[in-house]
């Protein structure tokens, strides 16, 4: 399946080849211009910043297209920060013939450009052809879940109903069930549905399966929750998956190829962030020791790959001793353990750069669900279906679950990263590593999730 965001992407590469080509127009007179080698050089390297930048703004999110004004700021933002990156470039190296006033046009195109092309998308996204018809088999708590995770459709012609399965009184909302299962072949012809998601807890002998194979034939999309729930929020639904999920599908699978080039850049990553932020260590290390009494640096066990434990380095961000009182506790929101120091370093993730030590000697990875304690993940295993299946992989200096999920300080809280963890496990690949790369830079430049 084609995903919404690929299709995105694949727009803007085109308005940035529009712009290109629409500003060799306006400068010399010619739409195609002189594309020689220094030429090709300058549209691969705006698509290089303009991409990523598109990104991080988040304008390939499509429920920010209804808001003009969202569109209107985040399309400037993009062109001035590729603007001033383009001139840090440009200073460091003055030599580099690239055409300047070129770029500055190519720049003011693709934003006029971009920010029509979503001011498009957004009205005409409300035609009856691109509204959302879904039909949600059940009517318990598993659908009530399903319904609460379909995002806003601001197409009137969209809706979602349930249809029931049994006698007992809906668990949802009686006025949004249209019917029951054993009329679901008139219900489809009436309602014409675009989706079925199954939300039964006990699917066997409750669905017609040849009224389904039927709609199929029509054009429906017939999905199960636990797929629906993992497209729409990035995350699994733990509780409602059986082991035969883990076992018979072709994910949850790390090749020895797949860890070796991993182990890769892992090493890549670690040791150039070690070389990049080592002369800063000194003064990190200052205004700790300046801001409360104790160690620059903190080392705590945690749980690795295949349960085993090591220590993790980072600097201290808490009182000395902190726990001698009270033993493992989780963080909590103002923790008055954490010094004035401690929670700007929290925010912004700098106490976690100690451990790419951690990486480079091959404890954890650079990407990978974050480690816990052995008294915290004992208790989990008990209480959470398949949470030792983290432990597959090395823990990670940032994660799925840190860049899509709050700062996590319970077990309920655990259940929820687990999710994310499960989900990167299973659709492991290098571009979701870069995707989760990008999102933690967001992550640190705005302070989402630290405590």
Same mark, same amino acid.
């Given at each position: 399946?084609?995903?919404?965001?690929?299709?995105?992407?694949?727009?803007?590469?085109?308005?940035?080849?529009? /712009?290109?080509?629409?500003?060799?127009?306006?400068?010399?007179?010619?739409?195609?211009?002189?594309?020689?080698?220094?030429?090709?050089?300058?549209?691969?390297?705006?698509?290089?910043?303009?991409?990523?930048?598109?990104?991080?703004?988040?304008?390939?999110?499509?429920?920010?297209?209804?808001?003009?004004?969202?569109?209107?700021?985040?399309?400037?933002?993009?062109?001035?920060?590729?603007?001033?990156?383009?001139?840090?470039?440009?200073?460091?190296?003055?030599?580099?013939?690239?055409?300047?006033?070129?770029?500055?046009?190519?720049?003011?195109?693709?934003?006029?450009?971009?920010?029509?092309?979503?001011?498009?998308?957004?009205?005409?996204?409300?035609?009856?052809?691109? /509204?959302?018809?879904?039909?949600?088999?059940?009517?318990?708590?598993?659908?009530?879940?399903?319904?609460?995770?379909?995002?806003?459709?601001?197409?009137?012609?969209?809706?979602?109903?349930?249809?029931?399965?049994?006698?007992?009184?809906?668990?949802?909302?009686?006025?949004?069930?249209?019917?029951?299962?054993?009329?679901?072949?008139?219900?489809?012809?009436?309602?014409?549905?675009?989706?079925?998601?199954?939300?039964?807890?006990?699917?066997?002998?409750?669905?017609?399966?040849?009224?389904?194979?039927?709609?199929?034939?029509? +054009?429906?999309?017939?999905?199960?929750?636990?797929?629906?729930?993992?497209?729409?929020?990035?995350?699994?639904?733990?509780?409602?998956?059986?082991?035969?999920?883990?076992?018979?599908?072709?994910?949850?699978?790390?090749?020895?190829?797949?860890?070796?080039?991993?182990?890769?850049?892992?090493?890549?990553?670690?040791?150039?962030?070690?070389?990049?932020?080592?002369?800063?260590?000194?003064?990190?290390?200052?205004?700790?020791?300046?801001?409360?009494?104790?160690?620059?640096?903190?080392?705590?066990?945690?749980?690795?790959?295949?349960?085993?434990?090591?220590?993790?380095?980072?600097?201290?961000?808490?009182?000395?001793?902190?726990? /001698?009182?009270?033993?493992?506790?989780?963080?909590?929101?103002?923790?008055?353990?954490?010094?004035?120091? +401690?929670?700007?370093?929290?925010?912004?993730?700098?106490?976690?750069?100690?451990?790419?030590?951690?990486?480079?000697?091959?404890?954890?990875?650079?990407?990978?669900?974050?480690?816990?304690?052995?008294?915290?993940?004992?208790?989990?295993?008990?209480?959470?279906?398949?949470?030792?299946?983290?432990?597959?992989?090395?823990?990670?200096?940032? +994660?799925?679950?840190?860049?899509?999920?709050?700062?996590?300080?319970?077990?309920?809280?655990?259940?929820?990263?687990?999710?994310?963890?499960?989900?990167?496990?299973?659709?492991?690949?290098?571009?979701?590593?870069?995707?989760?790369?990008?999102?933690?830079?967001?992550?640190?430049?705005?302070?989402?999730?630290?405590?």
């Amino acid at each position: 399946m084609i995903r919404p965001k690929f299709l995105l992407v694949c727009l803007d590469v085109f308005l940035v080849y529009l /712009a290109f080509h629409g500003a060799n127009l306006i400068r010399f007179g010619s739409w195609d211009g002189d594309f020689y080698s220094p030429g090709v050089l300058r549209f691969m390297l705006l698509l290089c910043f303009l991409i990523p930048f598109t990104y991080f703004f988040e304008l390939y999110e499509w429920r920010n297209f209804y808001k003009r004004r969202f569109l209107y700021s985040r399309t400037l933002s993009i062109a001035l920060f590729v603007f001033l990156s383009l001139s840090v470039v440009f200073f460091v190296f003055p030599d580099i013939q690239f055409g300047r006033g070129h770029i500055f046009i190519i720049l003011l195109l693709f934003g006029l450009l971009q920010f029509g092309s979503r001011t498009i998308i957004s009205r005409s996204s409300g035609a009856a052809q691109f /509204a959302n018809r879904i039909f949600i088999i059940g009517c318990g708590s598993l659908a009530q879940r399903i319904y609460d995770v379909i995002p806003d459709d601001h197409n009137v012609h969209s809706y979602a109903r349930f249809v029931s399965c049994t006698e007992r009184e809906p668990i949802i909302d009686s006025e949004l069930v249209v019917g029951h299962i054993d009329e679901i072949d008139r219900l489809i012809k009436e309602y014409r549905p675009t989706k079925l998601i199954t939300a039964l807890s006990e699917r066997r002998g409750n669905l017609p399966l040849r009224e389904f194979m039927h709609s199929k034939l029509r +054009g429906v999309d017939i999905v199960d929750a636990t797929t629906f729930f993992e497209q729409m929020t990035g995350c699994l639904l733990v509780e409602n998956m059986q082991p035969s999920e883990f076992v018979y599908t072709d994910r949850f699978k790390m090749t020895a190829f797949m860890r070796s080039y991993k182990r890769l850049y892992d090493i890549l990553f670690s040791s150039l962030g070690l070389l990049l932020t080592l002369p800063f260590f000194p003064f990190i290390a200052l205004l700790v020791k300046l801001d409360s009494p104790g160690s620059i640096f903190f080392k705590q066990l945690r749980v690795g790959e295949g349960e085993i434990e090591f220590y993790v380095y980072k600097f201290r961000t808490m009182t000395q001793n902190a726990e /001698a009182a009270t033993g493992a506790v989780w963080a909590e929101k103002d923790d008055p353990r954490v010094t004035r120091m +401690g929670k700007f370093m929290r925010k912004t993730r700098i106490d976690e750069i100690p451990q790419l030590y951690n990486v480079l000697v091959g404890d954890m990875s650079f990407i990978g669900p974050r480690p816990e304690r052995m008294t915290f993940v004992n208790r989990l295993k008990d209480m959470i279906p398949f949470y030792s299946t983290r432990h597959f992989v090395k823990p990670g200096v940032t +994660g799925w679950a840190q860049v899509r999920y709050p700062y996590g300080a319970s077990d309920e809280d655990a259940l929820e990263k687990l999710r994310y963890d499960l989900f990167y496990i299973k659709n492991y690949s290098v571009f979701l590593d870069f995707k989760i790369i990008i999102d933690t830079i967001r992550v640190v430049v705005t302070g989402f999730g630290g405590r």
